[in-house]
């Protein structure tokens, strides 16, 4: 009986591509002949053998092609499945690791938006400061001396001074009163848009999958295992795992089922409001 167990050094991408061309050798394929099984073209089958696996397109890909490569000679591929995530993981490239990139974007664009509130509100108070000490100095240069009854005699003069006086500061009191109700307009939430299509994924282990959202640019993910993740849509999903199996798939709630003969391999599918009725029917 034939001994499938390849060791090979867990340091670099070479090393997967010469234990896949020495397995296939030894069982006389063919690339063509892999390439016919497996669906893999022949120049993605090249670049694995000779640990070119930068010419790919994603880490997706990668994982699938070798997974199912591996299955077809009967090799045992999670040793090479190591050898990438210690390759890729600690390395943030933007081509293989594209939401650390998303992830900085964020935290600088929640810099920038903090950093504007806090202008805004130091801008907003010296403004009121600045309004407020104008306020002041048009009260004083409008009101005239006060002069007391006992001196002057003139309770009329006294009485117009005092009624002046308490018109400023009502008009005061209702400008403050009115940039009150702006700021309560400003800081009223805004209500979220409900989307049409609600796309939930549950990993079953640490891998990375391939999602276009609404036929926009796809982006590379990174999955945890255990983690949930969401993601809402209007129109349509294009999901790619490297395999059937890397995590659960709920659409608006509801489980998609994957067949048995696609978990092992490369998984792909559209997804979009009709899916869930033509699975059922």
């Known amino acids: 009986m034939t001994d499938n167990t390849i060791d090979q050094p867990n340091t670099d991408l070479n090393s997967i591509g010469i234990a896949l061309r020495n397995k296939r050798e030894e069982l006389s394929y063919t690339l063509e002949h892999v390439s016919e099984i497996t669906r893999i073209n022949l120049t993605s089958l090249r670049n694995i053998e000779e640990g070119n696996l930068d010419n790919l397109s994603g880490l997706v890909f990668v994982k699938g092609f070798i997974r199912n490569y591996a299955k077809l000679l009967g090799v045992d591929s999670n040793w090479m499945m190591e050898v990438l995530n210690n390759v890729y993981s600690p390395n943030t490239q933007s081509d293989n690791s594209p939401n650390e990139d998303i992830n900085k974007k964020e935290n600088r664009s929640g810099g920038v938006f903090l950093a504007f509130g806090a202008i805004l509100i130091i801008v907003c108070i010296v403004g009121f400061l600045y309004w407020n ?31 002046k006086t308490t018109e400023n500061i009502a008009q005061i009191t209702k400008k403050i009163s ?62 790619i795992m490297s395999t059937g199996d890397s995590a659960i798939i709920y659409l608006k709630g509801e489980e998609i089922e994957i067949e048995d003969s696609v978990r092992e391999s490369l998984f792909e599918m559209k997804l979009n409001k009709f899916s869930l009725t033509q699975m059922n029917n």
């Not at 004083?140 to 006992?150: L, T």
């Not at 940039?179 to 805004?190: C, F, K, N, S, Y």
């Open 133 to 163: 000490s104008q306020q002041n100095i048009q009260i004083a240069g409008n009101n005239e001396p006060i002069e007391s009854v006992e001196d002057s005699g003139n309770e009329k003069d006294s009485e117009i001074n005092r009624e």
């Open 178 to 239: 009115d940039q009150t109700e702006v700021q309560d307009v400003l800081e009223t939430p805004i209500n979220v848009i409900n989307h049409a299509l609600n796309l939930v994924l549950v990993s079953k282990s640490n891998d990375w999958i391939r999602l276009a959202i609404d036929d926009k640019p796809a982006m590379d993910v990174k999955l945890s295992k255990g983690e949930k993740y969401e993601w809402p849509a209007d129109e349509n999903y294009y999901l």
